[in-house]
């Protein structure tokens, strides 16, 4: 079962399931997740769509083998427009897919996110650091919600028993992205193919680094199938300026936007990069997706998501 199933990450990780051989149930309230994204696997009599909020109490019936909670706005646009949706799901939905998991027997899977981390004072961030987060910033409702969600996680495994994983995924890219999505790549895209100013917030200096989508769907399999219920960094190395990507972006487009800046939103973080030294030791994960082939295979996307024909 997969929460967020019609997400972006959650839809690939569906499809990826149903090709090692899995009976997949994908659930999801359709608020930033689209049944476009699932639509290929609607005749696989193996998968199901339910339209539900996790944040209210949900029963499946047979047999669950593994519950993946990966159900979560989690673009920075949708941070003022749902924030107490955003809260919900991280606790309440995060507390509902454990029961979940307890009642079958099920191992559980989170998918938490590298702004448990905040703006981080440690570079780059490995999962022993506790994070230096705002709680009561525009940012809160995503990262607390997180962190709670890690919490409730730790704490059915430890008085439950609940077989948990926790995986904290850096920023992530690829086809089935919104286009409307708000973070750095689908921005920059857009901008870039409709001719429009590539925005670059701050001076630009900020990092990202930046994993294609079918190595991060490895890695969380990786995630589900290792034996350690401890936090599990993925994410890539390859840690890159906005202002460099807006460049790269603008060369692999062959897009001649200018590149303007705008004022740095509060709270965003100056610095991300994950140490994945425990995902490579203990899972024997690591991307394998360079920054080039997976904006190529993005830009490929964004074209017919856009409908731009040059």
Known sequence: ???????????????????????????????????ANVRHLRSDPAFTLIEHDVSQPIQIEGEVDYVLHFAS??????????????VKV??????????????????????STSEVYGDPL?????????????????RGCYDEAKRCAEAFT??????????????????????????????????????????????????GTQTRSLCYVDDLVTGALAVLDGPDPRPVNIGAQDEVTMLELAQIIKRVAGSSSEIVFRPLPEDDPKQRRPDTTRAREV??????????????RTLEYFKTALSVTR
Request: charged content about 15%.
């Open 1 to 35: 079962m997969v929460s967020g199933g019609a997400g972006f990450i959650g839809s690939h990780l569906c499809t990826r399931l149903l090709e090692r051989g899995h009976e997949v149930v994908a659930i999801d309230n359709l608020v930033t997740g689209s049944v």
């Open 73 to 86: 706005p989690a673009s920075p646009i949708d941070f003022p427009s749902m924030p107490i949706q955003i």
């Open 90 to 111: 991280g606790t309440l939905g995060t507390y509902h897919m454990l029961g979940l998991a307890l009642a079958k027997g099920a191992r559980f899977l989170l998918a």
């Open 122 to 138: 440690v570079h780059p961030q490995p999962e022993s650091y506790w994070g230096n987060v705002n709680p009561i910033g525009p």
């Open 154 to 203: 730790m704490a059915y495994n430890r008085a439950h028993g609940v077989d948990t994983r926790i995986m904290r995924i850096f920023n992530t890219y690829g086809p089935l992205m919104r286009t409307d999505d708000g973070r750095v790549i689908p921005n920059y895209f857009r901008q870039a193919l409709t001719g429009a100013p590539i925005t670059v917030y701050g001076d």
């Open 283 to 296: 899972l024997g994960w690591e991307p394998t997706v360079s920054m080039e082939d997976g904006l190529a």
